[in-house]
């Protein structure tokens, strides 16, 4: 398993966006499974946005109430996942944690039987 840091979660307002950071501060390999997910109480752990960085290709799969104002991306070389939040609405607020596999072994997948490494989830509060 990897220790996972998520960062970036605050209270904003309808409209506005933010952008969390989840980075593997202890792991010296690439990571190229990773997602994020969100929960809100006494709900199930939603997949937000999944990234898969291939040999020749990368994937990116996303939930469709993100489609359009949501964005995962990763820093070439780099051991950290950014979620790029548009258009934040009342309905995304929620508890996001971000996700890794290792090793990778189905990329791009929205649920978290997938992934096997969890941070410890950053809040995300929007208002109107």
């Known amino acids: 398993q990897v220790q996972l840091v998520e960062s970036g979660g605050e209270s904003v307002e309808v409209g506005e966006s933010l952008r969390l950071s989840c980075a593997a501060p202890?792991?010296?390999?690439?990571?190229?499974?990773m997602a994020w997910f969100r929960q809100t109480p006494g709900q199930e752990r939603e997949g937000v946005a999944a990234?898969?960085?291939?040999?020749?290709?990368?994937?990116?799969n996303y939930a469709d109430s993100v489609k359009g104002r949501f964005t995962i991306s990763q820093e070439p070389g780099e051991n950290t996942v950014y979620l790029q939040m548009n258009k934040l609405r009342p309905e995304d607020t929620a508890k996001y944690y971000c996700a890794a596999s290792t090793p990778c072994l189905r990329g791009g997948q929205l649920a978290s039987s997938a992934y096997n490494s969890w941070g410890q989830g950053t809040q995300v509060t929007v208002s109107s």
């Open positions: 202890e792991y010296h390999y690439a990571l190229n499974c």
């Open positions: 990234l898969y960085l291939g040999r020749n290709d990368d994937i990116t």
